[in-house]
């Protein structure tokens, strides 16, 4: 009989068997993917601006950088590296990277409050919405791998 598959949602269709100890649950892919994704975008970005400077506005990378695209094309490629390192770190369920993904969600949502507040306060429903998802979806990302059963996921395997 071929070896037996997960149990769990978050890993269905993932065998676990001596050479996978460890199934890759499907919202750590997930949240990889919304890492890789942001990485990308940075990144070509960054090489649009290096390559024909004042094609593209420096702004366009403001929803991620939350004021340090001032710092210019390199700062982009920078966060880039960081996020693309985060998605490979929770692809192969490095712990140490899924701390840093938590970190970095955190330091997303506390980045968003000042322009949530604002957008409740000056009534802007745009702003409004779009905050609050960035901060839900950041809320998710960080509540998501700091659960136990996901963590323990992180963990490496006896040797």
């Not at 975008?41 to 403001?62: K, N, R």
């Amino acid at each position: 009989m071929p070896a037996a598959l997960s149990q769990s949602s978050d890993a269905a269709a993932i065998p676990v068997n001596e050479s996978n100890p460890n199934p890759l649950p499907t919202g750590v892919r997930a949240i990889a993917a919304i890492f890789a994704l942001c990485g990308i975008y940075l990144a070509i970005l960054a090489m649009l601006m290096l390559a024909h400077p004042g094609l593209i506005s420096m702004t366009a990378g403001a929803p991620l950088l939350f004021g340090l695209e001032l710092a210019g094309p390199y700062m982009f490629l920078l966060i880039a590296v960081a996020a693309g390192g985060i998605a490979w770190g929770l692809m192969r369920l490095n712990n140490i990277l899924r701390n840093a993904a938590i970190l970095a969600a955190c330091a997303g949502i506390v980045m968003l409050v000042p322009p949530v507040s604002a957008a409740t306060v000056l009534v802007q429903p745009k702003p409004l919405i779009l905050g609050g998802l960035g901060v839900i979806i950041r809320v998710m990302v960080a509540w998501y791998l700091s659960q136990a059963h996901i963590a323990e996921q992180f963990k490496s395997p006896p040797q």
